[in-house]
């Protein structure tokens, strides 16, 4: 395509909203004129749909749910007064707690003044705030945020190494629905046990971030933290970043929560507009089922050309990949749809994959995230009468050129800066995508049975290696090969037992031992196991 029908193409698909300061460039994906003509049946059972979902309509069937983070940022859409009184309290209750934290007002057990916050939470409960933490982060920061978010003991002495000296300048924020989220418990008690050396209570440095009535919910209580804040069960992890879960860290941090929300509530008002030219998710939702041909199996190449925003892809790949990854659609036939999300920053991007994105297979679609403002000041000129951020910026649109020279696809959004109102909007366009999306495509967006199947298998194998370690304890010295200890447990799963083994010798917590003999004919497979206590 010549140059001058780029142009006319980009002209008359470019869809652009100032009062979000957003624009979106659908102009080279490669649908044909007619597309949007032939799409809009699907798309107006979409909106009818979407309708429902926010009118308070059992929007997830498979855990009767409603589904409402929607009306997180305009609580007058929630379908009942309680539910609008529960979200404007949560806010004032947010607002109101940053500002004891921030004034002093409620301090460490030595009277000293907050200056870190910890985050514990894992999938979304840490994911979105920590992606918008991180692109707002500036250094008047009112306090410092550091997360936790696995079960990984190296992972989590790497976090409390940095805090390890101002432990009791740091407020500890444990977010879990149900409060049994394994990583979550397991990185509370780890932090919980640092405090105590430390000579310091725990509860008087801690809130909490839960589903009333859940065991969090319970120990918070039996604890006497100093706080605890809502989670709703309609309101699933990853799209929770607007909910408690992410405004308090948000808040504390000292991000204008009032205006993330503002960002999202503008962009959520312009994208439920059933006019397809001047819907910016209705347009993206679209191109995903242009690309995917509404089968799944696509890839979304993510590139922000901006350093504040390289986790966004990581954010994304949750919210998309676990609300669009299913094996099932809504009648129960078996359909594995799914659009696989990978992506780091431009430029960096020009030194690693993009390679393979022009020359390799054209399996993938590429979303381009452009922001217009450099810095908050002027920059200097570093060669050829161009500042870093105009090379930045020439980056961008060559990439965007040489794919397109491929015949690869590509969207485009572009944003004025990063700030409040800017990833408030972005956060509601991709959450109103994947569900338009999901609704196209007739997929439960707001479920995750893998996730589910993932964690009864993990405890399955807690439970083999919990039997392992007392089969060995029962008879302290005895040595047995992975074999010869499987056929006396009685253990088909040979593979895990052995791979439990392995792991457990190299730790010291069980006493469980190996023993490996000097001949030169022997493999790995032939080791012995045994207790020593």
């Not at 444990?174 to 919980?192: A, D, F, H, P």
């Not at 780091?344 to 403002?373: A, C, R």
């Amino acid at each position: 395509m010549d140059k001058l029908k780029h142009w006319d193409r980009f002209r008359q698909y470019l869809c652009y909203h100032e009062d979000i300061s957003l624009s979106l460039d659908i102009s080279r994906m490669r649908f044909e004129d007619d597309f949007f003509r032939q799409a809009e049946p699907q798309i107006e059972k979409a909106f009818a749909m979407m309708r429902e979902l926010e009118n308070g309509a059992i929007a997830n069937p498979d855990e009767n749910r409603m589904v409402g983070h929607y009306w997180l940022r305009n609580p007058d859409l929630a379908p009942n007064g309680q539910i609008r009184e529960e979200i404007n309290a949560a806010i004032r209750s947010i607002h109101e707690f940053a500002r004891k934290i921030h004034s002093g007002q409620i301090k460490g057990q030595f009277g000293r003044e907050f200056k870190n916050i910890l985050v514990i939470g894992v999938g979304g409960s840490g994911l979105g705030p920590r992606f918008v933490g991180d692109a707002l982060r500036t250094s008047g920061d009112k306090i410092r945020a550091y997360y936790l978010d696995n079960t990984d003991p190296d992972g989590i002495d790497r976090v409390m190494e940095l805090l390890d000296k101002d432990l009791d300048r740091t407020l500890t924020v444990v977010i879990s629905k149900s409060g049994s989220t394994i990583e979550t418990r397991n990185g509370m008690e780890e932090v919980k046990g640092m405090y105590r050396q430390a000579g310091l209570e725990f509860a008087r440095h801690a809130v909490s971030i839960t589903q009333t009535g859940s065991k969090l919910d319970e120990t918070h209580k039996e604890e006497g933290w100093l706080g605890t804040f809502p989670m709703w069960d309609w309101v699933g992890g990853r799209t929770s970043v607007l909910s408690p879960v992410g405004l308090l860290p948000l808040a504390l941090q000292g991000v204008d929560i009032s205006l993330l929300l503002e960002g999202a509530q503008r962009c959520d008002a312009l994208t439920r507009n059933e006019d397809l030219r001047s819907n910016p998710a209705a347009q993206m939702a679209l191109m995903w089922l242009y690309a995917t041909k509404g089968q799944g199996g696509r890839q979304m190449v993510v590139l922000p050309y901006k350093d504040r925003l390289i986790l966004l892809s990581k954010y994304l790949q949750q919210l998309i990949m676990e609300s669009l990854g299913k094996e099932l659609d809504l009648d129960g036939n078996i359909v594995r749809q799914g659009i696989a999300v990978y992506g780091n920053k431009g430029s960096t991007d020009q030194h690693s994959f993009i390679q393979q994105l022009l020359e390799g297979p054209d399996n993938f679609f590429i979303t381009f995230i452009e922001v217009l403002k450099d810095r908050e000041t002027g920059s200097p000129f570093i060669a050829d009468n161009s500042t870093s951020g105009e090379f930045l910026h020439s980056f961008l649109l060559g990439t965007r050129n040489a794919i397109s020279k491929k015949e690869r696809e590509s969207i485009t959004i572009t944003i004025s800066e990063v700030n409040e109102i800017t990833l408030g909007a972005v956060l509601a366009l991709f959450e109103r995508t994947v569900g338009l999306y999901a609704f196209l495509i007739r997929i439960n967006a707001y479920h995750q049975p893998g996730v589910e199947l993932g964690k009864k298998s993990a405890g399955e194998m807690i439970s083999l290696k919990n039997r392992i370690v007392d089969d060995l304890r029962k008879c302290s010295g005895c040595k047995y090969t992975v074999e010869a200890l499987a056929e006396k447990m009685g253990e088909e799963d040979i593979e895990a037992m052995f791979s439990i083994l392995r792991h457990l010798v190299h730790n010291p917590e069980h006493g469980i031992k190996v023993e490996k003999n000097d001949s030169p004919n022997m493999n790995i497979f032939q080791y012995v196991y045994y207790y020593r206590g």
